[in-house]
């Protein structure tokens, strides 16, 4: 498997659309780490979904409803969440913008073979 592991990132990498008005981009990662820029429309819903990986979210503009572990909050640039493996969590953007997730592991499941 090949990793996006370069040493810079520019930010022309290509988006993936993911439907519902959320897309992604891949900033890098190895088996260890994983970073993801994910942009919201506003009203698009990251569903509520729980996995093994640790994931920190740094909320790099918009506004976004969060629920983590049954506990709901409206976060805005500058803030973040984070979810411990199989914490069940979610959003949906109230303001169009983007999310910074970095995950450990990475992600195996994101990627296309």
């Not at 439907?19 to 970073?35: A, D, H, I, P």
């Not at 918009?62 to 909050?73: A, P, Q, R, S």
Request: one cysteine or more.
């Amino acid at each position: 498997m090949d990793f996006k592991k370069e040493l810079f990132f520019d930010g022309n990498s290509a988006w993936e659309e993911l439907g519902g008005g959320v897309s992604r981009q891949f900033v890098g990662y190895n088996s260890q780490v994983m970073m993801v820029i994910v942009k919201f429309e506003k009203e698009a819903i990251g569903a509520l979904h729980q996995h093994f990986h640790s994931q920190i979210t740094y909320v790099a503009e918009g506004t976004f409803e969060v629920i983590v572990d049954g506990e709901t909050k409206i976060l805005r640039k500058g803030d973040g969440f984070f979810a411990q493996p199989n914490i069940v969590h979610g959003v949906k953007c109230l303001e169009a913008g983007q999310l910074i997730d970095a995950f450990a592991p990475f992600r195996e499941d994101f990627l296309k073979e």
